[in-house]
């Protein structure tokens, strides 16, 4: 540092410095000069061998300069100066380069920016490295795709509460889901969440307005309620006096007392709650008697705390997890459950595991595409290399012009260390630039990867925003990039005799030279390999995806969701609100059939599991339970969704609550559990089976036919006692035209209160479902495009520029009668070797690289062919193209003009 | 025009700090005079070439081993004299005894050397 002030302050000396030094030697002249006058010599003859001793004045001065220290920084600047005019001298090389490299560097910025956003971004609260998330090594109930590992119960919470010595606060949460929000006569949806009292003094936020919930504030009948920033904006227009202000939540009254700061947005990735209450005020919005003190049936919460300074995350654990088996062993036995295989597995075989939670709690978006954006980010890293290759191209082919240039200058004393730094110097230049250019694209296109990910009804809350960590990011693949592709050319194009190459002029360069050229467009195609490959493989991965039999029709159905709930009604008079909804759906002209079911085909938020454990009658032992998936549908589903029903019936009206309870099955649990009978009219539990149903996939098209199991809707009940409450609407339609408008007035003329959500057609579920294979299919399929045009690029620079030295040699030859498609041979032929070469060196790479991907194929290996062969003739489409062009030139060489040229 | 002799010693990496150094030893003075002096104690066998010397005397003023002041000369124009500070005092020490050293090792080494031998 010291260092660098000096220099500074040189910098500042210098002209006064240079002043000296020339008054410095001027004495030194007139001294010798007056000595020579002493010793008899004429005073003009004296000042001529003053200066004659003096040598070369202009180098005495530069070796004084470099006494004072900062020759670095000066040679660095004029070495910039130098490359600015180098680059603006070639404004169609600077083009190319520049926005190849920012198209590479972008393409890195805005993957690793998403990344950053999903992966690593911590969490804004102080200390966040001390925060640990509690989760268990086995779950205790299956539930579907998450795998409930992180679930606990409340009375683990206060046992830890009370008793951890090793953390300083443990806290716990839930997701309420969506809410209605009335302010002023107004509603709309949020979503909310709920929390214990210490939530923001563990995590220390402190508030924007207002205050956080105080200790003791987490009890019966709690009712105040923290707004976060960005509802509070968008919905209350950051107006501050709304703390203190009422609304309702679901229609139950409750205070707002204070507005988060504008960077908290929650705690997990992609899960930003609009309003926080206290855990207890759930009793005011969803009783549920076993909340508080039920263990095992009832594990909802998660919970998380900050380690106490000085206490290692491996002692925290060993504590809590004695305290955790501790409470599980005290509370078997008396728990009513407590007898079942499961429950005591999880009793004895299950550890609790504390997961670092700098970065977030657990998030389902982290888990869904920590490893797809991995993938895209090597995927990019490829990309940026094969524009290094093109751009290391570009300058050996510039520095090969450039030979006489560098001859002279080292004929002139240049070291060639100098001129290599010099050369760095413009790699690196060009890398800025095009690093600079990048960071807006970059910014642009990680948008555009959040937009393309958002599959809800808003916009992933995500912060894609620059931080520092993607600008020091850019920078070093700028610097690096810059430095890569810079290297070589700089070593190769300074190793000039100058001698030779001055008497020889611009071309002319040895043979060898050109090993390095071929070398970087062979590994070009080699990565375009790798990229097409991929690229093809995610997009087979796609389609493959996409044509499997789901065993429902994927066209003309629309679906929606209502929950009666959040319009204030209780769950025993929901049931009558839907059917009446689904009496007016009947009833639109556009709709063929309509039906209404708690979970929808290829659901986001749904999965219900359950086990049978009474068939006619018969129990069976707990280890033979069938464990299905289940659903509740209104009469029609079947027909609506083209689900065959293959024996039996439908269910129908007449199976209301008074009517003996009936069930349908699929194919899967029918084989199950009457192998080889007709299981109409048998039992499951007490439940009479009345349909038999083709296989459908219950979670979209990765799933496996499972045993599943429908119950009727409106005789079930099911759906209250679940306690999630809204059920979704399926429509089958003639024309979508303005049927999602039809829909929202005529459940706005059941109850206007009643919101209207997740409208989407059954093929819109579908793609976003397979978000993350689109998501890989699109952006490796525009990286493989970007790569393969790069490689193009490539070629047809080096065939163009092989094609320009060879031109005397082609006008001999056709001067001498050689034929035509003879001369386009000799080209093409070149850049065919080259791209084999290519080819045979980037299928093995793309293969060991397809291993890599395996988890996130589907259908098809990671060596498959038709992928391969596709690639292969891609590229030899590609190089047949880019060395036609400089083919082509090659036949018009005029046998004279070449000549002449010489 | 000054004739050079020909046995002139050509100055070894790192010497020329070292008469430098030495000279100040006597008093403060400019960089002609230096060299003069230089040439003048070394009977005309070491030269110091001004291209050398002004880069040398720069060097060791930025290391702090010599501090230069603009005076007036004899002859009563300015001049940068230099001057030896404490550093360049211990700097002089250092380097004194490591040229002992070195030179009674190579006459260790070299002194055997009889005409017959060669």
């Known amino acids: 540092m010291k260092q660098i002030l000096r220099k500074l302050g040189w910098m500042i000396e210098r002209g006064r410095k240079e002043a000296e030094l020339r008054d410095e030697l001027q004495f030194h002249l007139q001294e010798e000069a007056e000595q020579a006058e002493a010793a008899g010599l004429m005073a003009e003859e004296?000042?001529?061998?003053?200066?004659?001793?003096?040598?070369?004045?202009?180098?005495?001065?530069?070796?004084?300069?470099?006494?004072?220290?900062?020759?670095?920084?000066?040679?660095?600047?004029?070495?910039?100066?130098?490359?600015?005019?180098?680059?603006?001298?070639?404004?169609?090389?600077?083009?190319?380069?520049?926005?190849?490299?920012?198209?590479?560097?972008?393409?890195?910025?805005?993957?690793?920016?998403?990344?950053?956003?999903?992966?690593?971004?911590?969490?804004?609260?102080?200390?966040?490295?001390?925060?640990?998330?509690?989760?268990?090594?086995?779950?205790?109930?299956?539930?579907?795709?998450?795998?409930?590992?992180?679930?606990?119960?409340?009375?683990?919470?206060?046992?830890?509460?009370?008793?951890?010595?090793?953390?300083?606060?443990?806290?716990?949460?839930?997701?309420?889901?969506?809410?209605?929000?009335?302010?002023?006569?107004?509603?709309?949806?949020?979503?909310?969440?709920?929390?214990?009292?210490?939530?923001?003094?563990?995590?220390?936020?402190?508030?924007?307005?207002?205050?956080?919930?105080?200790?003791?504030?987490?009890?019966?009948?709690?009712?105040?309620?923290?707004?976060?920033?960005?509802?509070?904006?968008?919905?209350?227009?950051?107006?501050?006096?709304?703390?203190?202000?009422?609304?309702?939540?679901?229609?139950?009254?409750?205070?707002?007392?204070?507005?988060?700061?504008?960077?908290?947005?929650?705690?997990?990735?992609?899960?930003?709650?609009?309003?926080?209450?206290?855990?207890?005020?759930?009793?005011?919005?969803?009783?549920?008697?076993?909340?508080?003190?039920?263990?095992?049936?009832?594990?909802?919460?998660?919970?998380?705390?900050?380690?106490?300074?000085?206490?290692?995350?491996e002692r925290a654990q060993a504590e809590l997890d004695v305290m955790n088996r501790q409470f599980l062993a005290e509370?078997?036995?008396?728990?009513?459950?407590?007898?079942?295989e499961n429950v005591q597995r999880f009793v004895h075989e299950g550890r609790l595991v504390l997961r670092p939670a700098a970065s977030g709690m657990s998030s389902g978006l982290r888990d869904r595409y920590a490893f797809p954006l991995k993938l895209l980010m090597s995927v990019a890293g490829i990309v940026?290399?094969?524009?290094?290759?093109?751009?290391?191209?570009?300058?050996?082919?510039?520095?090969?012009?450039?030979?006489?240039?560098?001859?002279?200058?080292?004929?002139?004393?240049?070291?060639?260390?100098?001129?290599?730094?010099?050369?760095?110097?413009?790699?690196?230049?060009?890398?800025?630039?095009?690093?600079?250019?990048?960071?807006?694209?970059?910014?642009?296109?990680?948008?555009?990867?959040?937009?393309?990910?958002?599959?809800?009804?808003?916009?992933?809350?995500?912060?894609?925003?620059?931080?520092?960590?993607?600008?020091?990011?850019?920078?070093?693949?700028?610097?690096?990039?810059?430095?890569?592709?810079?290297?070589?050319?700089?070593?190769?194009?300074?190793?000039?005799?100058?001698?030779?190459?001055?008497?020889?002029?611009?071309?002319?360069?040895?043979?060898?030279?050109?090993?390095?050229?071929?070398?970087?467009?062979?590994?070009?195609?080699?990565?375009?390999?790798?990229?097409?490959?991929?690229?093809?493989?995610?997009?087979?991965?796609?389609?493959?995806?996409?044509?499997?039999?789901v065993g429902y029709g994927r066209e003309n159905v629309l679906m929606f969701s209502v929950d009666a709930k959040l319009a204030g009604y209780p769950s025993d008079r929901a049931g009558a609100v839907y059917q009446e909804i689904l009496r007016k759906l009947q009833a639109l002209p556009g709709v063929k059939s309509a039906s209404a079911s708690i979970v929808r085909p290829v659901d986001d938020q749904f999965y219900l599991l359950d086990r049978v454990n009474e068939i006619d009658g018969r129990g069976l032992p707990e280890r033979n339970a069938i464990r299905v998936a289940w659903n509740a549908t209104s009469p029609g589903y079947f027909s609506t969704v083209s689900t065959p029903v293959v024996s039996g019936r439908d269910f129908e009206p007449r199976d209301n609550e008074t009517a003996p309870k009936v069930v349908i099955v699929s194919e899967s649990l029918a084989k199950s559990a009457f192998p080889n009978q007709n299981p109409i009219g048998h039992r499951l539990g007490a439940d009479t089976i009345v349909g038999v149903v083709k296989d459908s996939l219950y979670s979209g098209a990765r799933d496996q036919p499972r045993p599943l199991l429908y119950h009727p809707l409106f005789q079930h009940g099911r759906d209250q006692e679940f306690g999630w409450g809204f059920v979704s609407f399926e429509l089958r339609y003639g024309s979508l035209s303005n049927l999602p408008d039809e829909v929202r007035r005529e459940v706005a003329s059941v109850d206007r209160n009643l919101p209207v959500f997740r409208a989407k057609t059954l093929v819109a579920q579908t793609e976003e479902s397979l978000m993350e294979e689109r998501l890989l299919a699109t952006v490796s399929g525009f990286f493989g495009a970007l790569a393969l045009l790069l490689a193009c690029v490539g070629l047809y620079g080096l065939m163009a520029y092989a094609v320009a030295r060879r031109t005397a040699e082609i006008g001999i030859r056709l001067a001498l009668g050689a034929r035509r498609d003879h001369i386009m041979w000799l080209v093409l032929r070149e850049t065919l070797w080259l791209t084999l070469a290519g080819i045979a060196a980037g299928v093995p790479l793309a293969l060991c690289a397809a291993r890599y991907a395996k988890s996130v194929l589907f259908g098809i290996g990671t060596a498959d062919p038709l992928t391969i062969a596709a690639t292969v003739v891609t590229l030899i489409g590609v190089a047949a193209l880019a060395g036609y062009i400089p083919a082509r030139r090659a036949l018009r060489v005029d046998p004279m003009v070449a000549l002449r040229y010489e | 025009m000054s004739i050079r002799p020909a046995s002139r010693v050509d100055l070894l990496q790192g010497t020329l700090d070292l008469l430098i150094l030495r000279t100040l030893l006597l008093g403060r003075t400019h960089g002609h005079a230096i060299a003069k002096h230089i040439q003048r104690t070394s009977d005309d066998l070491l030269q110091v070439e001004t291209g050398s010397l002004y880069p040398a005397l720069h060097r060791l003023e930025a290391r702090g081993w010599i501090a230069a002041a603009w005076e007036l000369s004899e002859r009563g124009k300015r001049a940068k004299y230099y001057r030896l500070t404490a550093k360049g005092r211990k700097q002089l020490q250092a380097e004194h005894a490591k040229w002992e050293t070195f030179s009674r090792a190579m006459g260790l080494v070299l002194k055997p050397l009889n005409p017959e031998e060669v």
């Open chain 1, 46 to 313: 004296a000042k001529y061998a003053a200066r004659r001793e003096l040598g070369n004045a202009a180098l005495l001065m530069e070796d004084t300069r470099a006494a004072w220290g900062w020759t670095c920084l000066e040679r660095f600047w004029q070495d910039l100066r130098y490359a600015a005019r180098m680059l603006r001298k070639n404004p169609g090389f600077a083009f190319a380069a520049v926005l190849s490299l920012a198209l590479g560097i972008g393409a890195n910025t805005a993957i690793f920016s998403l990344l950053n956003a999903v992966v690593f971004r911590l969490l804004p609260v102080a200390d966040p490295q001390q925060l640990v998330q509690f989760t268990n090594t086995l779950p205790l109930w299956e539930t579907g795709s998450s795998s409930g590992r992180e679930l606990y119960s409340y009375p683990q919470l206060e046992r830890f509460q009370t008793q951890s010595k090793t953390l300083s606060g443990i806290f716990g949460g839930t997701r309420l889901g969506r809410i209605n929000v009335g302010f002023h006569g107004t509603s709309g949806i949020a979503q909310g969440d709920a929390s214990s009292d210490n939530f923001f003094s563990v995590l220390e936020v402190t508030p924007q307005y207002g205050r956080f919930f105080s200790a003791g504030e987490d009890r019966a009948g709690a009712s105040v309620a923290v707004i976060g920033d960005r509802y509070w904006r968008n919905r209350f227009g950051a107006d501050p006096s709304i703390v203190g202000g009422a609304i309702t939540l679901n229609q139950v009254p409750f205070t707002v007392i204070g507005i988060t700061p504008p960077e908290f947005s929650g705690i997990a990735v992609g899960s930003s709650p609009d309003i926080w209450v206290p855990l207890h005020a759930l009793d005011r919005l969803r009783p549920d008697s076993k909340r508080w003190t039920e263990p095992f049936s009832s594990a909802w919460m998660l919970i998380a705390g900050r380690l106490r300074p000085a206490i290692s995350r």
């Open chain 1, 331 to 340: 509370q078997l036995p008396i728990s009513e459950i407590g007898g079942l």
């Open chain 1, 384 to 549: 940026l290399l094969v524009a290094c290759a093109n751009i290391a191209n570009l300058l050996l082919a510039r520095a090969s012009n450039r030979r006489r240039e560098f001859a002279v200058r080292l004929a002139l004393g240049a070291s060639r260390g100098r001129l290599v730094r010099q050369f760095l110097t413009e790699s690196v230049v060009l890398a800025s630039v095009g690093g600079a250019v990048a960071v807006p694209m970059a910014w642009w296109g990680s948008l555009a990867l959040v937009r393309m990910i958002s599959t809800g009804d808003s916009r992933v809350p995500l912060a894609v925003d620059p931080d520092w960590r993607i600008f020091a990011f850019t920078a070093a693949v700028s610097l690096l990039t810059g430095i890569l592709f810079g290297l070589a050319p700089a070593v190769r194009g300074t190793r000039v005799d100058p001698g030779p190459v001055m008497k020889k002029g611009t071309r002319g360069a040895g043979r060898s030279s050109h090993t390095l050229d071929r070398i970087l467009v062979v590994a070009q195609v080699a990565l375009s390999v790798v990229l097409v490959t991929g690229a093809g493989l995610f997009v087979r991965t796609l389609q493959k995806l996409w044509n499997v039999n």
